[in-house]
């Protein structure tokens, strides 16, 4: 296992098996796990905002008999007050774990090469892995064996579309984006997730037409057409991702028993409507639960 979780890829797809079974044995039985990581402390650093993030590490640590500190932009100002070399520096005489939510990715690669202690990405702008986990773990729940399944993510070729790309490649679910010209997942990142993929078997593509990417799927996912530093382009981004909303008409182009997942928040009214998001299909509250789980089962794994 490695020291840290940066991306799905960190673990091999066995390790995330492991992570999947440790997480429903926690979902089942919470109590057995009440004092795996008793006295240790978890430093939760967020640049950006977050509802399930944060309310589910925390809750998981205490969980597992465990604390955290809360460290917000304006307590820390990572790179401006301090250095990130620094923040680790200290923090890894301090704490047990640091998760971290930032802008750029590379942030987090330098806290993993410099800091001692495990550091798990809380979400960068190139991936979410945290999210990933609670999503298939979410479609195993719902669809039981994930090899040869089909997921498509319709909307912004973002940090979610990757992470769920790398999980694909992982586990061998096939994964279509469908996204507008000039909104593709980064070409790295399809590379990335096209070589892993190898493996399992998993075909990952990228298709411009919504209809065409949802044929076939087992679950439609979407994420919000700006994600959190992009506030600015929210107006030009609306125009071009119109076409891309997750709607019922949409939803009948898929399997007839596939589910909607989202990571949430939602902009309901954009990127899904009411009726997608609310109808029996829609699992996204399951799925933002199982944050819960699946973080647990990864703090578990890298810091018992
Ligand atoms: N899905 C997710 O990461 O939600 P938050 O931004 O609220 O943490
Ligand atoms: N793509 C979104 C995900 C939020 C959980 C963002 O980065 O804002």
């Not at 990335?192 to 078997?201: D, I, L, N």
């Not at 998001?277 to 647990?296: C, G, M």
Request: proline share 4%; aromatic share 8%.
């Amino acid at each position: 296992m490695n020291k840290d979780f940066l991306t799905v890829l960190d673990m091999s797809a066995d390790e995330i098996r492991e992570t999947f079974k440790i997480a429903l044995d926690m979902k089942k039985d919470r109590s057995k796990y009440a004092d795996v990581l008793k006295g240790q402390t978890l430093a939760l650093i967020f640049e950006k905002p977050s509802l399930r993030t944060r309310t589910t590490f925390d809750v998981g640590i205490q969980q597992l008999g465990g604390f955290s500190i809360y460290l917000s932009p304006a307590e820390i100002n990572l790179g401006k007050r301090e250095s990130v070399y620094d923040v680790a520096k200290n923090l890894e005489r301090m704490v047990q774990g640091i998760m971290i939510r930032t802008f750029a990715h590379q942030i987090v690669i330098d806290m993993g090469n410099w800091a001692s202690i495990p550091i798990i990405n809380g979400l960068t702008d190139y991936t979410h892995p945290c999210q990933a986990m609670a999503d298939f773990l979410t479609l195993h729940e719902e669809k039981g064996d994930l090899k040869g399944l089909k997921l498509c993510y319709v909307g912004d070729g973002n940090n979610v579309a990757h992470s769920l790309m790398f999980a694909g490649a992982r586990l061998g679910v096939d994964v279509t984006v469908a996204c507008p010209q000039g909104y593709e997942p980064n070409l790295n990142a399809f590379r990335t997730a096209v070589e892993a993929a190898k493996e399992s078997g998993a075909t990952i593509e990228v298709v411009n037409d919504p209809k065409a990417g949802v044929k076939d799927a087992d679950a439609v996912y979407t994420d919000v057409w700006a994600s959190m530093g992009q506030e600015e382009e929210a107006k030009e981004r609306d125009r071009i991702f119109r076409p891309y909303q997750v709607n019922e008409e949409l939803m009948s182009h898929a399997k007839s028993d596939a589910i909607f997942l989202h990571c949430l928040p939602a902009h309901r009214g954009d990127e899904v409507t009411d009726a997608v998001i609310d109808a029996p299909y829609s699992k996204v509250f399951p799925e933002a639960e199982n944050r819960l789980h699946a973080q647990k089962a990864v703090m578990y794994q890298l810091m018992n």
